[in-house]
């Protein structure tokens, strides 16, 4: 496994989630600080929307709209430069969890998750779905059974759409066809054993990887931060882990993505944890950056 060089290019933010790289430069999301920030190469931070519903997923759609999930109040937000910020689709009848990461395909469609149940309340985990909104804002449930989706990719030809199930040892992958239905489920990576959902403590006792924000590069392999890890992988399809990140000072990651000039920057969003009730009042998140070899791919 490979030792990195980090360049801490932020701190001081509460959580960061959702990395993207756009118009050359970082954007990402801070779920305690309820703001969307775009941050310079330099570290040049700019708040870019407020969001009282906790800021998770981006995306963007083909008229350059930002879409960001707001998760305690399942809304998908539309921020139009010219218009403002209007509500694209509101998922509250189709979540059992709060909303969380979201990727949007170049058709404009995005593809959003939730957690299916209260993690912060340690309550019992149980499975949820995956949902599709279309431009015109409808919401389809595209896949169920899935134990909280997270982190997802669409591979360069926008034929595939590959899901984290990040208390699901795993990622699942479907076709996407013409229509926006989803296809030919099957297991990307198996990561651990599988899953038998139970108690939240004996279904955490079975994770291997706690895949989170994750990122597609140019040779089909996935960045994945994992939750319960403190590292960041490099997964290849079939599961085998082929290089890990540490950050220093035993920091947590739980979020990445490849961008920079020539796509070969890796952000990683660092935190000491993730449970809320530490990271609402502490400032104690970074973004650090390191270089890999292979450039970035596919979406988001």
């Known amino acids: 496994m490979s030792e990195r060089q980090f360049t801490t ?3 001081g933010g509460a959580y960061f989630e959702s990395p993207r790289w756009r118009d050359g430069r970082w954007w990402v999301s801070d779920f305690y600080r309820r703001g969307v920030y775009t941050v310079s190469p330099e570290g040049r931070e700019e708040e870019v929307l407020g969001v009282e519903g906790q800021p998770s997923g981006l995306g963007w759609l083909p008229d350059g709209s930002l879409l960001v999930a707001s998760m305690t109040d399942h809304l998908l937000l539309r921020r139009d430069p010219a218009s403002g910020v209007t509500v694209h689709a509101d998922l509250t009848a189709v979540c059992t969890g709060v909303l969380n990461d979201v990727v949007v395909d170049a058709e404009g469609r995005a593809w959003v998750g939730d957690f299916g149940f ?3 309340a340690f309550d019992d985990p149980v499975t ?3 949902k599709r909104v279309d431009p015109d804002g409808t919401v389809s449930v595209v896949a169920e059974g899935l134990i909280f989706p ?3 990719v669409i591979t360069d030809d926008g034929a595939t759409l590959i899901v984290g199930e990040t208390l699901g040892n795993r990622y699942t992958s479907f076709t996407i066809a013409a229509d926006g239905s989803l296809r030919n489920r099957g297991v990307w990576a198996a990561l651990g054993p599988e899953v038998t959902l139970g108690p939240a ?3 955490f006792a ?3 990887v706690a895949v989170d924000g994750c990122t597609l590069d140019a040779e089909d392999h996935i960045w994945a931060a994992d939750a319960i890890g403190g590292r960041c992988i490099r997964v290849a399809r079939g599961g085998d882990i082929v290089d890990e ?3 220093p000072g035993g920091l947590g990651v739980f979020a990445c993505m490849l961008g920079g000039s020539e796509g070969r920057t890796l952000l990683l969003c660092c935190a000491p944890d993730y449970f809320a009730a530490n990271r609402r009042q502490a400032r104690e998140a970074v973004l650090l950056t390191t270089k890999v070899a292979v450039p970035h791919a596919g979406l988001p």
């Open 9 to 11: 290019l932020l701190e």
């Open 118 to 120: 209260d993690l912060m």
């Open 128 to 130: 949820a779905s995956l």
């Open 150 to 152: 997270n982190g997802a």
């Open 201 to 203: 403590l004996d279904t």
């Open 206 to 208: 079975q994770l291997r």
């Open 245 to 247: 990140i540490h950050p």
